[in-house]
Nanobody
Framework: QVQLLESGGGLVQPGGSLRLSCAAS????????LGWYRQVPGKEREFVAL???????VYATSVKGRFTISRDNAKNTVYLQMNSLKPEDTAVYYC?????WGQGTQVTVSS
């Protein structure tokens, strides 16, 4: 049973950067797509970014040009580099592998 563990969240000022990591244990990524999602209280979880086994990436319109997703299959880790952060990026960020979700990491963008 694969487990996912996110890290790297925190408090950052508008315009700042954070790098989230998601490490898998108990299994390997394999050919699966890897995704990042986010959720704020009272709202549906929303898609942020995805990277497939070939390194092809897809981004939500709201983060395109600011966020970069990448994967390191040797380390079973997926990353989300977040630049030019805005207050509306504040959320709990979750990584996803097939039907498995991590526990989430809080990102707060505030001055």
């Amino acid at each position: 049973q694969v487990q996912l563990l996110e890290s790297g969240g925190g408090l950052v000022q508008p315009g700042g950067s954070l790098r989230l990591s998601c490490a898998a244990s108990g299994g390997i990524f394999g050919p699966n797509d890897l995704g990042w999602y986010r959720q704020v209280p009272g709202k549906e979880r929303e898609f942020v970014a995805l990277v497939n086994q070939y390194g092809i990436t897809v981004y939500a319109t709201s983060v395109k040009g600011r966020f970069t997703i990448s994967r390191d299959n040797a380390k079973n880790t997926v990353y989300l580099q977040m630049n030019s952060l805005k207050p509306e990026d504040t959320a709990v960020y979750y990584c996803n592998l097939a039907t498995t979700w991590g526990q989430g990491t809080q990102v707060t963008v505030s001055s």
